[in-house]
């Protein structure tokens, strides 16, 4: 039922600005399925609505259905990316180690929080306190760690004062690691989800996770293997999901992200660089071909 309201408020919506119903590629949602029901909803009746338009055009019908059909469908959806990045990321809750240090980290924050003497004491030499997490935002909990690493000294002297375990060395080099691995997820995530994002910086957000991680698993000699073995996860995770974006072949394939960064002049370089990747020359041929037959059609 609320799918269905939502998708009569749209159309209403469309209808009152002027917006016509083939101008409409793509529809940013997050992840509710009344969500994907009101974009499903809302793709029937254009499909429908173009049918009898078809039917009702004895002359030019059959070019019109050609046209119709070679064109991208209006009122696909696309699941909002900062949401999706965020996602990703929680399959590293998958990993005990991960698991495990991060709940370290965090009884330890808890322990520090509650005592008043310790918080004060932290706040006077430290100038900042501990942060605590939202388990349903995963950059929350990079903040707590990186907190922590950031007072990591001063702490280290007001847990001494009070009689509190502290995290053991190697723990703290892990914790530092782990944070270096999700850094650069947290910087796109805060780039997809601003109001002034295009739809052209997508491409290069997600193919440049992709190398960071790719680096950390194959090309750096001193990361050690559980480090190696989160990235592993992620760089699955991140092609699983996103692979509607980044691989051609994969059923369906969704180019307007692609097509987006190649028109954009501060993008177009991303893709169409002089050492490309396979990746990117896949997602440029896609990209250029579809921009090519659109003009096209455009162009009678």
Known sequence: MLGTKIAEKMLETLDHWGVKKEQVLLIITDNGSNMAK???LMKEEFESDADDETDSDDDNGD??????AALPSSFRALPCLAHSLQLTVKELRHDPGYVSLVEKARALVRKVRMSSVATEKLCELAGK???TDCTTRWNSTLQMMQRLLDVRATLAEVLNIQKIDNLACSEWDRLETLCNILIPFAIHTDTLQKDSCALSQVIPALLDLDVTLEDIIDGDPDVVGEAKGKARILRTALQKRFA????????PFEVLPAAACILD???????LSSNPTTTMEKLASAAKAYIIRQVELNTG
């Open 265 to 271: 002049y501060q993008t177009a370089p991303f893709l």
């Open 38 to 40: 009101a974009v499903r």
């Open 244 to 251: 509607h974006l980044l691989d051609p072949e994969h059923s």
């Open 63 to 68: 070019q019109l259905e050609s046209d119709t």
């Open 129 to 131: 306190g501990l942060i």
